[in-house]
């Protein structure tokens, strides 16, 4: 079994920063991927960001230039740093990790950016 557990979400004025924190842990033997997705009310899940193994990343062009993803390989830990947040960002957010052919999720956590 692989467990994702999140943490740093919260609410925060336009304009604003939040770091977000996802540790994998259980059985785990090569993480391909791990990376972020949101869902806001009404609408599908989206990619927000993801690094693979060797390093790149990938980023939804909404966030590009005001988020950074970044990984602890030694923790299995995987961290997404929102700065210049939006209200359009509001969302929960989700940690994602593909391990061995399989995608496994976290609980999620609510990012709200409200004044």
């Known amino acids: 079994q692989v467990q994702l557990v999140e943490s740093g979400g919260g609410l925060v004025q336009p304009g604003g920063s939040l770091r977000l924190s996802c540790t994998a842990s259980?059985?785990?033997?090569?993480?391909?991927?791990m990376g972020w997705y949101r869902q806001a009310p009404g609408k599908e899940r989206e990619l927000v960001a993801r690094?693979?193994?060797?390093?790149?990343?990938v980023y939804a062009d909404s966030v590009k230039g005001r988020f950074t993803i970044s990984r602890d390989y030694a923790k299995n830990t995987v961290y997404l740093q929102m700065n210049s947040l939006k209200p359009e960002d509001t969302a929960v957010y989700y940690c994602?990790?593909?391990?061995?052919?399989?995608?496994?999720w976290g609980q999620g956590t609510r990012v709200t950016a409200s004044s």
């Open positions: 690094q693979y193994s060797g390093g790149a990343t």
């Open positions: 994602n990790a593909l391990i061995r052919s399989t995608n496994y």
């Open positions: 259980g059985s785990i033997s090569t993480i391909y991927t």
